[in-house]
Structures are given as C-alpha cells and as structure tokens.
C-alpha cells in the first residue's frame, strides 16, 4: 500500500507537468487509476457490487482502453482490436502496473530500468514491437486482439479475445495493383472524414508525414499544420521542410 501511495503520488507529478489538462483519479478497490485528459474526455466508471469497469474512450469504436476488477483482486485489462490505443504494462509479484506510456514505471519503487535489447533490435529491424517487447525490460505492450489477464496467483497472461479474419483476395494481385488499392483506400477515407477546416498534428516523424502527403493530395493548401517539440530536433525540423513544401500554414508550440 505504500508503495502504490508513493508511486501514484510521483505518477500525478509526472502527468501534472506534461500538460495543461488536469490530472484526475478514482480507487477501484485494490486498482487506483491516474489519468490526464480534456474535459471532452469519454470517461465512464461503473461499479457492480464489489465489482468495478473503467473506460476511457467509447466501446466498439476504434479507440478505447478498458479496465475491469473483480472481487478477488483480478484484473482484466482490454482495448481496441487493433491495438490503436496503447496500453503497456510490468508485472510483479504482488502488483501490476499499466499505463498508455511505459516512461512512469521508473517511478514505482523497486522498478529496474534497464534497456532490452531484445526490444531494441525488433524497432531497428521493424519499425514495430516486436512480441510486444518494448525498449525497457520487463515492459510489454498489449498485443491488439487480446485481453490481459492478471491476478496474484497466477501472474499475468494474454488472452485473444478478438481476430480480425485473414484473407488471401488480394495475393494474386501485382505491388503496382496492391499499392493502388491501397492508394485509393486511403484517400477516401480523408474524403470522407475531413471538415471544412482541415489541421493536423504533424510531429515530423514517419506516420505524420504519411498523412500530410494524403491531406495535400485530397485538400491542397487548405491545412493548417501544429507541432509541439523543440524547434531544434530533426523531426520538428523534418515537419517544418514539409509544411514549407506543401504551402501550409504551420505553428509549432515548444
């Protein structure tokens, strides 16, 4: 107990001086839960006898994290299935920590930090985690389509709990006629989903670059770009060559 008093009182300083929103909290039995977000926030709490569920963001949509605690102290932690929202978790003997950034576990007393190069070599090959192995020992991301399942008994384990059917339609097809379906798929959906006023966050990095290249292709100049980091780093400065590039208008907040 003190240990968690400790490390959720670090935790709040953390989340606290990340950003303008204030950091909220509730007690779930045996599961405490910090978080920070906007007021506009899908949050939903809901308590069944001894038995709690916590939200953050809608079910059934594409980007959602559940937490559901029993009685018995068992904890069941979920998200969408394709794992879009992140959810990182480092079990203990006795307790179970998860976030939606591994980088407040330095914070819970006892907790080793150290590098996996396990998880270093899968992001330099891939890109991706790989195994759901992150850069720190012992820190896993949620694998998209499973559950996690942990109590003091017997640890935590994986469990699938959805599966997106694999399909075989489009292995005859050329790269040319695949990287054109894909093409199309993708302006579409930014035809669809965009307003009368376009702005998107545009870090610099690989995925923003990606979906600028789609927003200039369906609205030109009409986009107005925002990137928060040091004016300094290659990525802001990479975010800053392709703003200049596709004729946006481009703030970036330090």
Same mark, same amino acid.
């Given at each position: 107990?003190?240990?968690?008093?400790r490390?959720?009182?670090?935790?709040?300083?953390?989340?606290?001086?990340?950003?303008?929103?204030?950091?909220?909290?509730?007690?779930?039995?045996?599961?405490?839960?910090?978080?920070?977000?906007?007021?506009?926030?899908?949050?939903?709490?809901?308590?069944?006898?001894?038995?709690?569920?916590?939200?953050?963001?809608?079910?059934?949509?594409?980007?959602?994290?559940?937490l559901s605690?029993?009685?018995?102290?068992?904890?069941?932690?979920?998200?969408?299935?394709?794992?879009?929202?992140?959810?990182?978790?480092?079990?203990?003997?006795?307790?179970?920590?998860?976030?939606?950034?591994?980088a407040?576990?330095?914070?819970?007393?006892g907790?080793? &930090? =150290?590098?996996?190069?396990? #998880?270093?070599?899968?992001?330099?090959? /891939?890109?991706?985690? @790989?195994?759901?192995?992150?850069? +720190?020992?012992?820190?896993?991301?949620?694998?998209?389509?499973?559950?996690?399942?942990?109590?003091?008994?017997?640890?935590?384990?994986?469990?699938?709990?959805?599966?997106?059917?694999?399909?075989?339609?489009?292995?005859?097809?050329?790269?040319?006629?695949?990287?054109?379906?894909?093409?199309?798929?993708?302006?579409?959906?930014?035809?669809?989903?965009?307003?009368?006023?376009?702005?998107?966050?545009?870090?610099?990095?690989?995925?923003?670059?990606?979906?600028?290249?789609?927003?200039?292709?369906?609205?030109?100049?009409? &986009? =107005?770009?925002?990137?928060? #980091?040091?004016p300094?780093?290659?990525? /802001?400065?990479?975010? @800053?060559?392709?703003?200049?590039? +596709?004729?946006?208008?481009?703030?970036i907040?330090?």
């Amino acid at each position: 107990l003190d240990r968690r008093k400790r490390f959720l009182s670090q935790a709040f300083a953390a989340l606290d001086s990340a950003g303008d929103f204030p950091v909220q909290f509730a007690d779930l039995g045996e599961t405490s839960i910090a978080w920070s977000g906007a007021p506009a926030t899908p949050i939903s709490i809901q308590r069944e006898g001894p038995d709690s569920v916590f939200v953050m963001g809608s079910l059934g949509h594409s980007y959602y994290a559940s937490l559901s605690v029993q009685e018995n102290g068992a904890v069941t932690l979920g998200t969408d299935v394709l794992g879009l929202f992140p959810l990182y978790y480092h079990s203990g003997p006795d307790a179970l920590l998860f976030s939606t950034t591994a980088a407040v576990f330095k914070h819970y007393p006892g907790f080793d &930090v =150290r590098l996996s190069i396990e #998880g270093l070599v899968g992001i330099l090959l /891939t890109n991706f985690i @790989v195994g759901g192995q992150t850069l +720190l020992q012992g820190v896993k991301r949620l694998s998209p389509g499973h559950a996690l399942r942990w109590d003091k008994s017997s640890g935590v384990r994986e469990i699938k709990s959805e599966f997106i059917e694999l399909s075989d339609r489009y292995f005859g097809n050329s790269f040319e006629k695949n990287a054109e379906i894909i093409d199309g798929l993708f302006t579409s959906i930014i035809e669809k989903n965009a307003g009368s006023e376009v702005m998107t966050l545009l870090s610099g990095g690989l995925d923003s670059r990606f979906m600028a290249g789609y927003l200039s292709k369906v609205h030109g100049r009409r &986009v =107005r770009a925002v990137t928060q #980091g040091n004016p300094d780093d290659f990525e /802001t400065q990479c975010a @800053v060559k392709v703003a200049r590039r +596709l004729g946006w208008e481009h703030a970036i907040y330090d």
